[in-house]
């Protein structure tokens, strides 16, 4: 059987880690591959391409309501976030000679932002705060009141969890930190602290126009959003100070060393411009998914599963779920072979023996199973879940009984 009739038959339903790109972002970005010159140089094929990069951020400027100067292309969410949190406290340290930063992140940031706190701890560069979750997997936005300090350079909160879908109150910590500035430091226009973002989970279903969204750093994936793999941003507001944090030359106003991926790119804006076009309807329509799959689960298995995070501040995609005394990675490659594809956690965190989110929620993490859906999920594909679930509990109550 050819790759394509094989994967036709497959139920995929793991859009958070990872979503198929579209056929509108496929268009642009294969016509994208013939301007192969590098925008860095000055003949006419070189100013061609250098138009379709700076096109291109001009159109991902006007979708978040910003400057094209704000506008930060990368690798990836993972090059973002480094960026963001080592690049700013390595300005604060230049400007601060002699005094030691301060970091506020939660426990469930994404390892791409929580490995460089821990790093930055463990050589003694900064002093960390991490923010515990509610047992609904959201922060509490008091404690953050109670973490600033007159040191502290960067909060880091993710927008909405890559694992439990579970969205944070990203609005009001913003109007901590100004309240703080105006309150405590005396003046509402000092930069620090500063705000900083992981969105990458939320185009597709939450408002990241930044004209309301008050934050000074915004990093986002393509991939997450039907566009093609290694690219991503960073939104600095104008005024932030940021260190490169790789070394080379001056592209992306000499943040980000390296030629740019242009075909990336072309296809990341195009991503994003229908991901907030199209975010209303789709979450209305993913929301009524979300809820049949949770109320088919409901029905079929009640008492024999937990739901992992708020139900309420949660994405539309999202299902995360512990299924009682089941190993979850067993149930992960069960279901595969049943032509579904699921998570254990996050793709990111492989090599954990548990997930560091679900542990944060509550004391005994028993394992989790993401189900996360996108463009291609329908109701049928839930009931395809459901009887598969029900089949591979029975296969294995059977053999207990043996
Ligand atoms: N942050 C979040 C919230 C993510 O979901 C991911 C991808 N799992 C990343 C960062 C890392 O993204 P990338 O692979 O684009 O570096």
């Known amino acids: 059987m050819s790759i394509f009739a094989r994967k036709s038959k497959r139920a995929y339903l793991d859009y958070a880690a990872a979503a198929p790109i579209r056929p509108e972002v496929r268009e642009v970005f294969l016509r994208a591959l013939d ?10 094929d070189g100013i061609e391409a250098k138009n379709l990069l700076e096109s291109s951020r001009n159109r991902v400027a006007d979708t978040l309501s910003v400057r094209g100067k704000e506008v930060i292309f990368t690798s990836g969410a993972t090059e973002s976030n480094n960026i963001a949190v080592f690049g700013s406290v390595l300005a604060w340290i230049e400007a601060n000679p002699g005094k030691k930063p301060h970091i506020i992140a939660s426990r469930i940031e994404h390892p791409s932002v929580l490995e460089i706190c821990k790093h930055l701890e463990q050589k003694d560069i900064a002093e960390l705060t991490y923010l515990d979750v509610l047992s609904e997997g959201t922060i509490d936005v008091k404690k953050i009141r109670e973490a600033l300090r007159p040191e502290t350079v960067i909060v880091s909160i993710i927008y909405a969890s890559n694992e439990i879908g579970v969205i944070q109150p990203v609005r009001e910590i913003s109007k901590e930190i100004r309240h703080y500035k105006k309150h405590v430091l005396g003046n509402h226009e000092f930069k620090y602290p500063l705000l900083h973002t992981d969105a990458s989970q939320t185009p597709l279903y939450e408002d990241i126009n930044l004209q309301t969204l008050h934050v000074d750093l915004m990093t986002l994936s393509s991939e997450k959003i039907y566009g093609p ?6 939104f600095v507001r104008s005024g932030t100070k940021l260190e490169k944090i790789i070394m080379g030359g001056s592209q992306e106003f000499n943040l980000r060393p390296g030629t740019e991926n242009l075909p990336g790119i072309v296809g990341f804006a195009k991503a994003l411009e229908l991901a907030v076009k199209e975010r209303e309807e789709e979450c209305v329509r993913l929301r009524e ?5 949770f109320s088919e689960l409901e029905k079929n298995f ?12 949660r994405l539309p995609n999202n299902v995360n779920i512990t299924f009682l005394g089941f190993d979850s990675e067993l149930l992960v490659i ?3 072979a ?8 996050s793709a990111c965190n492989t090599e954990d023996e548990e997930s560091y989110v679900i542990a944060s929620l509550r ?9 996360s859906f996108g463009r291609g999920t329908s109701k049928n594909e839930i009931d395809r879940l459901v009887t598969s679930l029900k089949e591979i509990f029975s296969k294995y109550e059977n053999l207990l009984k043996k």
């Open 334 to 336: 069960e279901l595969d």
């Open 229 to 234: 793999h290694g690219v991503g941003m960073l």
């Open 363 to 371: 004391k005994n993490d028993t394992g989790s199973v993401r189900i």
């Open 302 to 313: 009640s008492g024999k599963f937990i739901v992992n995070g708020s139900r309420e501040y």
């Open 338 to 345: 049943k032509g579904i594809a699921v998570s254990e956690r």
């Open 35 to 44: 301007i192969f010159a590098n925008p860095g140089t000055i003949h006419a």
């Open 289 to 293: 998914i979300q809820d049949y799959c």
